[in-house]
């Protein structure tokens, strides 16, 4: 079934307008006269039936969808900046597993630097690949990304718990699927060279429990949906 956030309050028994992105795709693309889909709109979804042409659509909204598919807890990644493709692979991929909020941070071995005259472009796109990947594993949510931080902001994150997925922990530190038992939780994953001995300490200070994901030296983009897989199994098993 399709879905589409609304930026609207959604009524039972009235029309919603689409936007002209909407009204293309479900028009269009995909042609959904007639067909059920599911509208949300502030963490409330609803059924509704699709009407119109390709040049404009509504739907008449229908009765509430019980069904909830949010994490019971936040989740947040933290993720230094790595080339484009991969970053923009874990943020769908980030979505798709209930990641509630994406903090890209810069650190000494990134190779890739945010360019302030592009973030805000930048950001746009990121927040599309987000809506996307949350409307096509039905969420009621859109994972919030904030803009790019420094190494020292992201080491600042309030946060009760926070984990590092250090590649150098195997042996010495405990799995992440070990330490967490669901709740509120924010994890760091490095870039493609990893972190520097002082960021790992600067870290550690800052409230940051290093954990491993297994004895193997994991990309990043592997690394940081490893982990989001374990958390989001674990956070699931607790609303059981
Ligand atoms: N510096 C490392 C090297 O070249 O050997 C590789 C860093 S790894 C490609 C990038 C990030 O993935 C790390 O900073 C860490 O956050 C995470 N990572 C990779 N493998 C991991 C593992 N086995 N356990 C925990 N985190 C891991």
Redesign the pocket.
């Known amino acids: 079934m399709q879905q589409y956030f609304s930026e609207q309050p959604l009524v039972p028994g009235e029309a919603y307008t689409m936007t002209p992105a909407q009204t293309h795709h479900a028009g269009n693309v995909v042609h959904l006269q007639g067909k059920i889909i599911r509208l949300v709109h502030d963490g409330e979804a609803y059924f509704a039936r699709c009407e119109g042409n390709g040049k404009h659509m509504t739907a008449m909204v229908l009765e509430k969808d019980p069904v909830q598919r949010e994490l019971p807890c936040e989740v947040v990644l933290l993720q230094a900046l790595i080339r484009r493709e991969k970053f923009e692979w874990i943020l769908q991929k980030a979505a798709e597993l209930g990641v509630s909020r994406i903090i890209p941070f810069e650190s000494s071995r990134c190779v890739v630097h945010s360019r302030q005259e592009k973030a805000d472009r930048q950001k746009e796109r990121w927040t599309q690949i987000l809506t996307e990947a949350a409307e096509q594993s039905k969420r009621e949510r859109i994972p919030e990304i904030t803009n790019v931080v420094s190494f020292a902001e992201a080491c600042a994150v309030a946060m009760d718990r926070k984990y590092?997925?250090?590649?150098n922990?195997?042996g010495e530190s405990r799995l992440l699927g070990d330490v967490y038992e669901g709740g509120d939780a924010a994890f760091?994953?490095?870039?493609?060279?990893?972190?520097s001995d002082e960021e790992v300490q600067a870290l550690q200070d800052a409230g940051f429990e290093p954990?491993?994901?297994?004895?193997?030296?994991?990309?990043?983009e592997t690394?940081a949906i490893a982990a989001l897989a374990v958390m989001a199994d674990k956070a699931e098993r607790n609303r059981r």
């Open positions: 590092l997925a250090y590649e922990a195997y760091i994953i490095g870039p493609e060279g990893g972190f954990v491993t994901l297994g004895a193997r030296i994991l990309r990043a690394a």
